[in-house]
């Protein structure tokens, strides 16, 4: 004799399904901070070393859950972004070009660039210098420095992951609004 299992334990394993899934795809918020350690400019009449020393700072979100620690490299595009840097604002997603660069599942740094004017420039190894380098860099002054990145490990929750959680807690409701729906046996 096989036992069926009832529709109300069904639909409650189908939105806890839901809901787990909705709890594993979550973003991570890291940081960015650094300093400008090096400028330049090809008109002598430019202040450029008036910069030195200016901060970088920024945020940026990343899931996490898709890194692979078999690959020796792997590009993983933010999520989210925001950097500023002597009063300029970089701020995008996921189409806009930065991208975390990971080896063997180890964050090494970002690489990418901002579209529009100034340029700004992210790279996770310098050749010239074998370190996490910006840059930002316009007509008439070029700025750079290094940068190091601190993870918050806060996760945040991604649109996706809010659409599977509502859809969970709805089949949980629907769920139980059916049962009481059933007339009482006994």
Same mark, same amino acid.
């Given at each position: 004799m096989t036992r069926s299992i009832p529709q109300s334990l069904r639909r409650l394993g189908a939105g806890t399904v839901l809901l787990l899934a909705a709890l594993q795809a979550q973003a991570s918020l890291y940081t960015l901070s650094g300093s400008i350690d090096r400028t330049? =400019?090809?008109?002598?009449?430019? #202040?450029?070393?008036?910069?030195l020393n200016k901060p970088l700072s920024g945020s940026f979100e990343l899931d996490s859950s898709r890194v692979d620690a078999s690959l020796d490299e792997q590009l993983l595009a933010l999520d989210a972004f925001s950097f500023s840097l002597i009063g300029k604002t970089f701020s995008g997603g996921a189409a806009d070009g930065f991208?975390?660069?990971?080896?063997?599942?180890?964050?090494?740094?970002?690489?990418?660039?901002?579209?529009?004017?100034?340029?700004?420039?992210? =790279?996770?190894?310098?050749?010239? #210098?074998g370190g996490r380098r910006f840059s930002l860099f316009d007509d008439v002054k070029y700025l750079s420095g290094s940068y190091r990145i601190e993870s918050g490990n806060t996760p945040v929750s991604e649109p996706a992951?809010?659409?599977?959680g509502l859809a969970a807690l709805g089949a949980l409701a629907w769920s139980r609004r059916q049962r009481r729906a059933l007339p009482r046996q006994g």
């Open positions: 330049f =400019s090809p008109i002598s009449s430019v #202040d450029h070393k008036q910069y991208s975390a660069v990971y080896n063997f599942g180890v964050l090494v740094g970002l690489r990418g660039e901002a579209n529009g004017y100034p340029k700004f420039e992210l =790279s996770e190894n310098d050749p010239r #210098d992951s809010l659409g599977l």
